[in-house]
């Protein structure tokens, strides 16, 4: 055999493993699924049960040991009289990695163990008329009316949380949907009211609980005997000998929380270091974060100094003599005992700067020290002092004043024996007087809508209206880039994880939702999307609900069982038309769309995006809804973003010119400062973009570029477009052709740009991150839809002021009234004319007066909705 016979076998025995591997690891994932969807109807199932009045259900740290505020409250009720009757589930991750808390119990019937998300998880989930968790519960939570949810969280914050971090929606999206659901967020002090949940997690308007500000159930288990604590450490091989504990508790570091960077030799190096200078009248331990702690394990570069996990820290806060953290959150708790804190932070500027902080170091408790030999220095002075420094007495007060010992008590009381919440210092932070808008966007797919949609969020009002957003989270780049754009004045719901429910209900819901709901559905469809709105939202209730996405199935039937709103569905085009649009022979909106209109009648309002379109669906789609529904509200616009993109000031005029020269030597520095605004593949993408477009000269005397823009489909009519540019350019052969936008039809588009021989002179780039710059450096913009809804492509053609030819189709007069460019009729010989007018200078312009054309806009948008504040 040759070697090439050789080399073709070797690939072809190749290729088959490669198949196998991935048909491996598709039966694999689908087996997965399969059985993650059946433990999912079980958990439907018991969310039909009985909830079971005396059982509760703690989970600290994702079943990391019985642990935190939630083990406070647990210990505080079995000794507590009166509830002797109570039913205790515990989570663990592992029941078998935590063999001493198992033992403590296993003769005590009132205490059992589960291990996260097995069915008995979900079963005591579902069913347990108490939870309490001081991190979050899994995306297939659902909250149940009848159950008592308490978020008890872990410690105050000083590193910034939640939307205080710079991708706070996304990664915060799983805190804030338990937060909502929350009946109970226990809080320690006004700081952390006000930062935490008001601010940093934009409960503010929303939560519909009470935020229990009497401090921390933990701190009460540092008033507890240092004897069993010190028994427990001896256990461990970490014998006090009845020295002073000195305790090093740095907080996690890296960029994820779960997955933290482990410097286990630097740690272990630094408590040597310490305890080297200190001497042998104290003992220097290790307490790791719960993120990093196995991690450490794993390392085997621990040594004899770090403490077990298993070991409440707040019982190791009361045996403890001096505190060194750095930027966790633990010193808050050790202030109510009084004892000296210091914050050993070498990376402190480098900390801030990348992490942030929501205290400065000058508002910290304790000495901030930079070196060990610094550190053993402050700490021997700060023991050797008589009393706390004024400093320290500052912040106990101001933190730790209600981590009295009687946390747990006050919580218990106020959770299960029904206590006026007035008694004890609590807050609503739902505001009525406020209307609250909640927002469906999508997919953030780059679109039309999507632009529409992100442009609305900039121009709302955020001092009269409390604003919520959700859409479909997804990793595609241009989705995240998306919503990145989102306003950051906007609460954001990502919608992750997946309904709570089996396979053949998914199924059953999924197939109403390419055919149609009937008449009358059923109780299980209702209660399938209440289900799938309390796992979204939890006890939230918004007063204006909004689809603005207008073509998907999903948010039409979830607003079939949203709680006391006004609905509204946004009808971006004709929808019948889109409904029987034919691409390539495949209707592929039919069924879907049929489906979103069986849905009207829930909608209170169905709002078409143009006076002229509102006329066309509601006669078109009469059948589906009372023609009181129908109304309009114009898209806005966001001209600041447009005009700064294409590097132009409000009159159109070039503000960011290309130079004359160009130094290549520069290239690596402008490329480094590229990098820090944009990731290397949207460089790349843009660069190829403008590769494809390289003959197509600047916006100059010698050459006139048309140019258009929008997604490659048939209502877009780009080939009437090529046709009557092709006749065009063959009697001005100065003329060009640009057709920004990407869809199935772009092969088709192409050939008969080759057919025709127009390859040098129509560029087909696909669609471009910023087509605003390109739109400036052209000289006409042409659109030759059959028909649209509002197109936004003109507005923004407008904006910079370029003049418009455009087909006729009924909502044109909306964006492109009289005067402002020119209108034709909807044939090749009428799109001809119009283009050669532009050559002639026959086509006027009026350039968009974005601020007036926004206010009445938004003026249409508030009274669309039934929230005109007007008639408020």
């Known amino acids: 055999m040759s070697d090439n016979g050789v080399l073709l076998r070797l690939k072809q025995s190749t290729r088959v493993r490669t198949r196998g591997l991935a048909l491996l690891e598709t039966t694999r994932s689908r087996m997965e699924e399969a059985q993650t969807r059946r433990l999912l109807g079980r958990y439907s199932g018991w969310r039909r049960e009985p909830v079971r009045e005396r059982t509760v259900l703690y989970e600290a740290f994702a079943g990391n040991g019985v642990l935190c505020n939630p083990e406070a409250v647990f210990r505080h009720l079995l000794a507590a009289p009166g509830f002797a009757d109570l039913t205790h589930v515990w989570v663990l991750d592992d029941p078998a990695k935590h063999p001493r808390v198992v033992g403590e119990f296993a003769g005590d019937d009132r205490v059992r163990f589960v291990e996260r998300l097995s069915a008995e998880y979900f079963e005591a989930l579902a069913t347990s008329k108490y939870l309490f968790n001081n991190a979050t519960f899994p995306s297939e939570f659902v909250k149940r009316p009848e159950q008592v ?54 409960l503010q308007g929303i939560h519909r609980g009470f935020v229990v500000e009497e401090g921390q159930p933990r701190t009460d288990r540092q008033a ?17 000998q009845g020295r002073r504990i000195v305790l090093f508790a740095p907080t996690w570091r890296g960029s994820s929380f779960n997955d933290p960077m482990v410097n286990a030799g630097q740690l272990t190096s630094t408590v040597r270091d310490l305890q080297r200078r200190l001497g042998n009248e104290y003992v220097v331990l290790l307490k790791a974060h719960q993120t990093v702690h196995d991690r450490l394990v794993a390392s085997g570069k621990a040594g004899k100094v770090l403490v077990p996990n298993e070991i409440p820290t707040n019982e190791l806060l009361g045996a403890t003599a001096v505190l060194v953290s750095d930027y966790s959150s633990i010193f808050f708790d050790f202030l109510a005992t009084g004892r000296p804190v210091l914050h050993y932070a070498p990376d402190l500027d480098e900390y801030v700067d990348s992490r942030g902080l929501y205290l400065e170091p000058s508002e910290l408790p304790g000495p901030v020290s930079h070196t060990v030999e610094e550190l053993a220095e402050q700490l021997l002075e700060a023991v050797a002092a008589d009393a706390p420094s004024a400093q320290y007495a500052k912040a106990a007060a101001r933190f730790a004043a209600h981590d009295d010992g009687g946390v747990a008590a006050r919580v218990v009381d106020l959770v299960f024996n029904g206590a006026d919440p007035a008694t004890y210092r609590t807050h609503r932070l739902h505001d009525p007087a406020r209307p609250s808008l ?113 073509f998907g199935t999903f948010c039409p039937f979830l607003f079939t069982a949203t709680p006391g709103s006004t609905r509204s569905l946004w009808l971006h085009s004709d929808m019948m038309a889109e409904s029987q649009r034919n691409t390539e022979g495949d209707k592929h909106l039919e069924g879907r769309l049929n489906a979103v209109f069986t849905t009207f009648r829930y909608f209170d309002h169905l709002v078409s995006v143009s006076k002229e379109l ?17 109304t309009h509200a114009s898209n806005t616009i966001d001209q600041r973003r447009i005009l700064g993109h294409a590097g132009v000031d409000e009159h159109g005029k070039r503000v960011t010119g290309p130079p004359g020269t160009f130094d290549t030597a520069h290239l690596p520095a402008a490329l480094a400062s590229l990098l820090d605004h944009f990731d290397a593949r949207s460089i790349v ?76 002179y129509v560029s087909l780039p696909g ?13 006409c913009f042409v659109m030759s839809s059959t028909y649209e809804g509002l197109p936004m492509t003109i507005l923004e053609a407008r904006t910079l002021d370029l003049p418009v030819v455009s087909t006729r189709f009924p909502s044109v007069a909306d964006s492109l009234p009289e005067g402002a460019g020119l209108v034709v009729e909807q044939s090749d010989e009428a799109l001809v004319a119009g283009m050669e007018r532009f050559l002639d200078g026959e086509v006027p312009r009026l350039i968009l007066d974005g601020a007036a054309y926004n206010a009445q806009a938004m003026r249409e948008f508030y009274r669309a909705i039934g929230a005109d504040p007007a008639e408020a």
Request: aromatic share 10%.
């Open 614 to 630: 509102n006329d066309v669906n509601a006669t078109k789609l009469a059948p589906y809804a009372d023609p009181s529904a129908f």
């Open 149 to 202: 949810y308490v978020n008890t969280w872990h410690g105050v914050p000083l590193k910034t949380m939640g939307y205080d971090t710079p991708d706070g929606p996304t990664g915060s999206r799983n805190i804030l949907r338990n937060f909502v659901a929350a009946d109970y967020l226990l809080s320690a002090n006004e700081f952390m009211t006000d930062v935490m949940y008001r601010r940093a997690f934009r």
């Open 685 to 760: 993408r843009e660069a190829r973009a403008r590769a494809r477009m390289a003959y197509i000269p600047r916006r100059d005397d010698e050459h006139v570029t048309f140019v258009a823009v929008g997604r490659l489909s048939p209502e877009k009519n780009h080939a009437r477009l090529v046709r009557a540019f092709a006749e065009v350019h063959e009697r001005h052969p100065h003329t060009r052709l640009v057709i920004m936008g990407d869809g199935r039809l772009m092969p088709t588009l192409v050939a008969q740009v080759e057919n025709l021989g127009l390859t040098d």
């Open 224 to 240: 507890a005997a240092p004897g069993p604590v010190t028994e427990r450490l001896r256990e461990a091989g970490l014998d006090t």
């Open 767 to 779: 669609r471009v991150d910023n087509p605003y710059a390109i739109m400036a450096d052209c000289d």
């Open 438 to 550: 909640l927002i469906y966007l999508g997919s953030l797919a780059s679109m039309g809508i999507t632009s529409s949609a992100l442009n609305l969020l900039a121009n709302l009002d955020y001092e009269r209206y409390d604003v919520s957003v959700f859409y479909q989270h997804s990793e595609i780049r241009d989705r995240l880039n998306n919503a990145a754009q989102i306003d950051p004045r906007a609460r954001v719901f990502p919608r992750f994880g997946t309904y709570a429910e089996s396979g053949r209900r998914v199924s059953r819901e999924k197939r109403l939702m390419s055919v149609g709901l009937p008449e009358q559905p059923d109780r299980r469809h209702q209660q399938f999307w209440e289900d799938e709105w309390r796992r979204m939202f939890g006890m939230s209730e918004f007063d204006h609900v909004v689809d603005f996405s207008g």
